[in-house]
């Protein structure tokens, strides 16, 4: 163990040890005793330091003065000495710095810049990542993976479903980011939208593209060769009819509402017949439910955001009809025509008593919301419409897998 009594310990330490040594308390005791004693023969204690310097002496011959002052001096310096010579331990006693810390230089600069670095890698993959939509490429997986299930008449697969899955998600988010990259422009005029990565420059068109295309061609390629050539062509129209024909309509008609429902719709058919094989009549009733759903629910979000829509040019039905009556009639009839065809599975015999039930539940609801989305028109409706959506889709299906015959 390190002598504390070393110097080459920290201050503190070498504080405390002379506090606490015993030669230097027998010191002190030894001056005391010895400044009483010359206090009892009427001599003068020596005084501090600052005191012992030598005072200006008269000119008037006063050496006996001089001489006592002198002495004090002599005497303090020499108590001062023994005191120091006392706490200073033997220079050979203390090993080289080199031999008791190691140097280790610390670069600040260098140091700080793999942690820059790593926040922006960390912020670039974040950008690419979400370029894909992950909230909406979220519900594509499920519908997929739902579809998936009511459609497979054997034992399922699970490497051929993660395949299914994954091949539907591939495709979905390249067309994602292919959208973005035709769509950076209005992007950048509106509120909801200005901060993506490609309006907001964090991402360059040219890795946008590259990216989109990688994607869609890997998760056709996928479909191609662990579903089915079926299942590829639908994912094929998928992403065609949403970059080639919605896409550009959005910017000319409000029709375009009802053509992007197709692809929408498209990935709960791309799951049925990955497993099923063939369309048919359950493959055809999960199509239909995605996409008279995708109306309401997009009317809710067209009314709520029907400025930025303005701004950027997009004639949805609450832009060019500030009212909303049109906007309200289209998510009553499109609601009204949801109930009928969500029952379908149950008719068909692809789901039980217990789907039937909740479905007419839920149908019903969504109708409620819409009707009074259709009457209010404000944005409290409309807000309520588009989270009853929101919450309607994936109880529905997890009541119909849930109850599958």
């Known amino acids: 163990?390190?002598?504390?009594?070393?110097?080459?310990?920290?201050?503190?330490?070498?504080?405390?040890?002379?506090?606490?040594?015993?030669?230097?308390?027998?010191?002190?005791?030894?001056?005391?005793?010895?400044?009483?004693?010359?206090?009892?023969?009427?001599?003068?204690?020596?005084?501090?330091?600052?005191?012992?310097?030598?005072?200006?002496?008269?000119?008037?011959?006063?050496?006996?003065?001089?001489?006592?002052?002198?002495?004090?001096?002599?005497?303090?310096?020499?108590?001062?000495?023994?005191?120091?010579?006392?706490?200073?331990?033997?220079?050979?006693?203390?090993?080289?710095r080199s031999a008791r810390v190691k140097d280790v230089p610390v670069?600040?600069?260098?140091?700080?810049?793999?942690?820059?670095?790593?926040?922006?890698?960390?912020?670039?993959?974040?950008?690419?990542?979400?370029?894909?939509?992950?909230?909406?490429?979220?519900?594509?997986?499920?519908?997929?993976?739902?579809?998936?299930?009511?459609?497979?008449?054997?034992?399922?697969?699970?490497?051929?479903?993660?395949?299914?899955?994954?091949?539907?998600?591939?495709?979905?988010?390249?067309?994602?980011?292919?959208?973005?990259l035709y769509e950076r422009d209005t992007d950048a005029l509106m509120r909801r939208t200005r901060l993506r990565p490609l309006p907001a420059g964090r991402v360059t068109p040219a890795d946008a593209r590259l990216f989109g295309i990688t994607l869609s061609a890997a998760g056709l390629a996928l479909l191609a060769a662990r579903a089915s050539a079926l299942t590829a062509a639908l994912a094929l129209t998928t992403l065609l009819v949403y970059l080639l024909v919605y896409t550009p309509m959005k910017r000319r008609t409000p029709s375009a509402t009802l053509v992007g429902a197709v692809p929408g719709a498209l990935p709960a058919l791309i799951g049925w017949t990955a497993s099923h094989g063939t369309v048919a009549a359950g493959g055809a009733a999960l199509f239909g439910i995605v996409f008279f759903w995708q109306v309401p629910h997009f009317m809710a979000i067209a009314w709520l955001y029907r400025d930025d829509y303005g701004k950027a040019g997009f004639p949805m039905l609450p832009v060019i009809d500030p009212e909303g009556a049109r906007a309200g009639r289209q998510a009553v009839l499109y609601a009204a025509a949801l109930l009928p065809t969500t029952l379908?599975?149950?008719?068909?015999?692809?789901?039980?008593?217990?789907?039937?039930?909740?479905?007419?539940?839920?149908?019903?609801?969504?109708?409620v919301l819409a009707a009074r989305f259709a009457a209010a028109r404000t944005d409290a409706s409309a807000r309520a419409l588009f989270l009853g959506s929101i919450a309607y889709l994936p109880l529905l299906w997890i009541v119909l897998v849930a109850d599958k015959v």
């Open 344 to 367: 379908v599975p149950a008719l068909v015999g692809l789901a039980g008593a217990v789907y039937l039930g909740a479905a007419l539940v839920l149908g019903a609801a969504m109708i």
């Open 1 to 96: 163990m390190r002598d504390p009594r070393n110097s080459c310990a920290d201050p503190l330490t070498r504080a405390r040890s002379r506090r606490a040594r015993p030669a230097g308390a027998a010191a002190r005791r030894a001056r005391r005793d010895s400044g009483d004693a010359r206090r009892a023969d009427g001599a003068q204690p020596p005084r501090s330091l600052d005191q012992q310097r030598p005072r200006r002496l008269r000119r008037d011959g006063a050496d006996d003065v001089a001489g006592a002052d002198t002495a004090h001096l002599a005497r303090g310096r020499e108590s001062f000495a023994e005191s120091a010579a006392d706490a200073q331990p033997a220079k050979d006693s203390c090993p080289p």
């Open 107 to 180: 670069n600040v600069a260098t140091t700080a810049i793999p942690i820059a670095a790593a926040r922006r890698s960390n912020a670039v993959v974040g950008d690419f990542v979400a370029l894909t939509k992950p909230r909406l490429n979220f519900l594509v997986v499920a519908t997929s993976a739902a579809g998936y299930y009511l459609g497979a008449r054997a034992p399922i697969d699970p490497a051929a479903m993660a395949a299914a899955v994954a091949g539907t998600a591939l495709v979905a988010g390249g067309a994602a980011v292919l959208n973005q």
